[in-house]
T-cell receptor, first 114, second 111 residues
Framework: KAGVTQTPRYLIKTRGQQVTLSCSPI?????VSWYQQTPGQGLQFLFE???????NKGNFPGRFSGRQFSNSRSEMNVSTLELGDSALYLCASSLVGTGTYEQYFGPGTRLTVT | EDKVVQSPLSLVVHEGDTVTLNCSYEVTNFRSLLWYKQEKKAPTFLFMLTSSGIEKKSGRLSSILDKKELFSILNITATQTGDSAVYLC???????????FGQGTTLQVKP
């Protein structure tokens, strides 16, 4: 079974631009969560989507948004990029059946904002 | 506020040593606790713990959860250089699967 895939793997943007990252979950998984990982803050939860609905949201500004499509693929968008948005963005998918919360991570998208 | 705290933050050992990594948590509506290993890429899943006192084992790694004292430990016996990584502990809060991560423990195993 193929794992979680994320595109692109690397991205360089300048301040003020916007960016869209994509995540394809493991086949059959309906939940997709997004995380930001930085050396200073560690792994921080951005949001979770399940059946095309945002089910949970972390403490990030409204510049960070996402969506999920009917095939469970998800996109994350960051508008008006700031230098502090440079990070590894990870998505993770899970079945989200009763008691099943194992999340499997994709390889991440390394975003650099200059 | 929900939080997960790992200790130590970093650890240097020699091959063959046994290490114990700690994870304590304060989370509303606890569902489960997960351990991940992260090398220079995405975290890879190690264990999921939901019940107290039941040890999970995978080779040289084992983990146990204490829901009364709100902590978990991850043991690695006979460490190898390939065990060098950041070990992340995360707790699932609520009914929605939201994960709250600790800061991670950076383990370096020297030959």
């Amino acid at each position: 079974k193929a794992g979680v895939t994320q595109t692109p793997r690397y991205l360089i943007k300048t301040r003020g631009q916007q960016v869209t990252l994509s995540c394809s979950p493991i086949s059959g998984h309906r939940s997709v969560s997004w995380y930001q990982q930085t050396p200073g803050q560690g792994l921080q939860f951005l949001f979770e989507y399940f059946s095309e609905t945002q089910r949970n949201k972390g403490n990030f500004p409204g510049r960070f948004s996402g969506r999920q499509f009917s095939n469970s693929r998800s996109e994350m968008n960051v508008s008006t990029l700031e230098l502090g948005d440079s990070a590894l963005y990870l998505c993770a998918s899970s079945l989200v059946g009763t008691g099943t919360y194992e999340q499997y991570f994709g390889p991440g998208t390394r975003l650099t904002v200059t | 506020e929900d939080k997960v705290v790992q200790s130590p933050l970093s650890l240097v050992v020699h091959e063959g040593d046994t290490v114990t990594l700690n994870c304590s948590y304060e989370v509303t509506n606890f569902r489960s606790l997960l351990w991940y290993k992260q090398e220079k890429k995405a975290p890879t899943f190690l264990f999921m713990l939901t019940s107290s006192g039941i040890e999970k084992k995978s080779g040289r790694l084992s983990s146990i959860l204490d829901k009364k004292e709100l902590f978990s430990i991850l043991n690695i016996t006979a460490t190898q250089t390939g065990d060098s990584a950041v070990y992340l502990c995360a707790v699932v809060s609520g009914n929605t699967g939201k994960l709250i991560f600790g800061q991670g423990t950076t383990l370096q195993v020297k030959p």
